[in-house]
């Protein structure tokens, strides 16, 4: 079985600040992991994804993640907020090639002028 | 090139009645999957396909819910006797099924349906 949990639903920062959004995970093997981005009345795009390869994985827009196993976590940076990173943001867990994505609630990143 | 295309983009309905939703994944991918996103909720799986046959159709609901994949591209997302509680974005998903994708998902736009 795998889960993620995302903790809290909104996020708000002023633009130019440190973006962290959180996702910690729970799964049986070891898992690959995603960040997908939903602007509003878009689809998702994918942000950037762990596959075992690095722990620190570097996306589009600025964002990175970095995997830590022992706090089964990963977690979504960006050290400059930008006006257009105002989206929901999701975290999905997947245990291999051609299955199923779990995500998680997701948060709303709200930036602030 | 193309992304994932899904129709119609918004659906509304009656209660009772049934429903067909539509994707068109990208042009060489074997793999199709299925989720449904309700309000304020991430997606949630439904079913995935590889070529022709549901490999997993765990998350289908109830039987009321039914999907076909006859020529291993398009899709179809069957609703019987729709109900309140089905109104949701259904959103389509493509991979490429090669190892070294690891399962990266390419997402269509979402049909928007909505049963009154």
């Known amino acids: 079985a795998q889960s993620v949990t995302q903790l809290g639903s909104h996020v708000s920062v002023s633009e130019g600040a440190l973006v962290l959004l959180r996702c910690n995970y729970s799964?049986?093997?070891?898992?690959?992991l995603f960040w997908y981005v939903q602007y509003p009345n878009q689809g998702l795009q994918l942000l950037l994804k762990?596959?075992?390869?690095?722990?620190l994985v570097k996306g589009i827009n600025g964002f990175e993640a970095e995997f830590k196993k022992s706090e089964t976590s990963f977690h979504l940076t960006k050290p400059s907020a930008h006006m257009s990173d105002a989206a929901e943001y999701f975290c999905?867990?997947?245990?291999?090639?051609?299955?199923?994505?779990?995500f998680g609630k997701g948060i709303t990143l709200s930036v602030r002028p | 090139g193309a992304g994932v295309s899904q129709t119609p983009s918004n659906k509304v309905t009656e209660k009772g009645k049934y429903v067909e939703l539509r994707c068109d994944p990208i042009?060489?991918?074997?793999?199709l999957y299925w989720y449904r996103q309700s309000l304020g909720q991430g997606p949630e799986f439904l079913i995935y396909?590889?070529?022709?046959?549901?490999?997993?159709d765990s998350g289908l609901p109830n039987d009321r819910f039914f999907a076909v994949r006859p020529e291993g591209s398009v899709s179809t997302l069957k609703i019987q006797r729709t109900e309140r509680g089905d109104s949701a974005v259904y959103l389509c998903?493509?991979?490429?099924?090669?190892?070294?994708?690891?399962?990266?998902?390419?997402f269509g736009p979402g049909t928007r349906l909505t049963v009154l």
């Open positions: 396909f590889q070529g022709t046959g549901a490999a997993d």
């Open positions: 999905a867990v997947s245990t291999g090639a051609n299955s199923k994505l779990t």
């Open positions: 998903a493509s991979s490429p099924n090669r190892e070294t994708s690891h399962n990266e998902q390419f």
């Open positions: 042009s060489g991918h074997t793999a």
């Open positions: 762990y596959t075992s390869a690095a722990t």
């Open positions: 799964s049986s093997v070891p898992p690959y």
